[in-house]
C-alpha cells in the first residue's frame, strides 16, 4: 500500500470547496460547503466540543466526489475515517 509523502504541498481548490493535505500517511480530504445547512440552531450543547455529527449523504457526496476526483487514485484507495462536525473556530 503506498504512503502519501509528508512532503506533498496542500492542494486548496476554491472552485469545489476542497483542500486535500498529507495525514498520517495517507492524505486526508477536507470539504466546506459553500451554503451550510444550520446545524442546532437553538444552542449548541455546553458540552460540545470539537464533536461529530451525522452527515447528511445527499448534502455531502457531491462534494466528497468532486474533490476526489482531484486525486483520482483517491477513488481506488477508499475513505479510513468521515468526520462531520461543525468549525471549532
Given at each position: 500500500?503506498?504512503?502519501?509523502?509528508?512532503?506533498?504541498?496542500?492542494?486548496?481548490?476554491?472552485?469545489?470547496?476542497?483542500?486535500?493535505?498529507?495525514?498520517?500517511?495517507?492524505?486526508m480530504?477536507?470539504?466546506f460547503e459553500s451554503d451550510a445547512a444550520a446545524w442546532c440552531v437553538p444552542r449548541v450543547p455546553a458540552d460540545f466540543s470539537f464533536g461529530e455529527i451525522e452527515p447528511d449523504w445527499g448534502r455531502i457526496a457531491p462534494f466528497l466526489e468532486r474533490a476526489m476526483a482531484r486525486v483520482p487514485s483517491s477513488l481506488e484507495a477508499g475513505a479510513k475515517k468521515l468526520f462531520c462536525?461543525?468549525?471549532?473556530f
Open positions: 500500500r503506498a504512503q502519501a509523502d509528508p512532503r506533498w504541498p496542500v492542494v486548496e481548490d476554491p472552485s469545489s470547496c476542497t483542500y486535500i493535505r498529507p495525514e498520517g500517511g495517507g492524505l480530504v477536507g470539504l462536525g461543525p468549525e471549532s
